[in-house]
């Protein structure tokens, strides 16, 4: 049975408007394919020459052809989101950070999602676990790039054991199929010592090597475990040694892949460097950013970006001192609490305080997953400058709720103290922001 998508409006002056489609028609195939989702529907749109079959709202069937320009969109809303809801993930990775999560907080931060859709569109990171052979030909012929794939290990069995998932051990044959078809992809490692790292981390980069550069980019980050890990799988940290070997492994690598093709290809997270105790790379090592969102890149970046907003701004005459309280995780606060030194000689002061991650555990140590009730515990009264300013990304997106479910205004109420949530991933917007309050 063929599916139907209601359609809701049509735009104004649109290819869809050219053969009078109306609201409350349903979109029924494009080119005779049917339309699944939002993935056919965009891909299916961007030919010259389109068969539009849909129904009328009276229940006529209309079959109509269209001449538009190449990539031009049809111009047609639906009802829906023509996703059809999320895709969850049907693993049991032993180092799944959402099993560890508290219970009681954000109710989004217990969905485990795995949907290789939102991984083209949001640049989510999937396993391919759960596709089907027949909706992995989907992809393949719907030429879907770059795709963001946790791929964790390219030995079959080990990544089976590491996600408790038989069809995890197709990832070889799927990245190549994916390689041959000329989709591109970025690929995330996370390491759990004494399991997929030392040797298994040579191999598995050694098989991504061999895709590039239709395997585009790896980030290696450090398993991150919190104090909830009653009835799972006995894992430990990185001691500082091992992040240290595996920050030489990956830059061997990159020195090889730098002279060869002239670029890096594989990056340690930030955070890796801060375990193994050594200075982030510079600037340039991180080539295009691609993997901001493993916090590869990220503080480099963003010191680069307010040291260039910082130099086209005015320096005072006369320095008017104003002061700031501002909120770390612990990893980053020395670095921050360095560069923000930089801003003395234009009047302003900020003391970076790190919190202890006492919510999850003080090895959980980023500043996105930072508490409001740990702000509050170790921060209270402890506040000097006019206003304590916050990393955006300890809240949702969009949102002004922290983890455990407090929201902004509510700590600031607490804390007798003015918030200023601010960028964290733009330098120069922090800057905008800071000479604003």
Known sequence: MTLEHII?????????ARLNI?????????????????ID???????????????TPDGAKVKAFLKKELYEPLGLNFADDLIGGIRSCKNHCLFCFIDQMVRGGRETLHVKDD??????????????TNVSEAEFERILRREVSPLYISVHTTEPELRIMMMKNPTAGLINERLKRLAERGIGFHCQIVLCPGIND???????????????????????VPVGLTAHREGLYPLRCMTGGEARETVARIEAMQKEMRKKYGEGFVYASDEMYIAAGEELPEYGNYDDFLQLEN???LLRKFERELL??????????????????????????AFLQELFGKLKPYGIEIKVHPVKNRYLGETVTVAGLVSARDIEEQLKGRLSGRALLLPECMMRANDDIFLDGMRLGEL??????????????????????????
């Not at 809701?8 to 869809?16: I, K, L």
């Not at 030392?198 to 061999?210: N, S």
């Open 41 to 55: 529907y965009e891909k299916l749109c961007t030919n010259e020459d389109i068969t539009v079959e849909y129904r």
């Open 198 to 220: 030392g040797e298994h981390l040579d191999r598995t980069l050694g098989d991504l090597k061999a895709l590039y550069p239709h395997a585009r980019s790896v980030a290696v």
């Open 308 to 333: 260039e907003a910082l130099s086209e701004r005015r320096r005072p005459i006369l320095p008017v001192k104003k002061r700031y309280d501002a909120v770390s995780g612990t990893s980053a606060a």
């Open 295 to 297: 916090g590869v890149g």
């Open 115 to 128: 949907d290789w859709r939102m991984s083209l569109i949001m640049g989510n990171y999937i396993t391919l």
């Open 412 to 437: 600031q109420k607490r804390l007798g103290k003015k918030l200023v949530a601010m960028s964290a991933f733009d330098g120069g917007a922090f800057i905008e922001e800071l000479f604003n309050i």
């Open 8 to 16: 809701c409006s049509v735009d104004d002056n649109s290819a869809a």
């Open 22 to 38: 109306v609201s409350g028609s349903a979109l029924l195939t494009i080119n005779g394919e049917e339309v699944i989702d939002i």
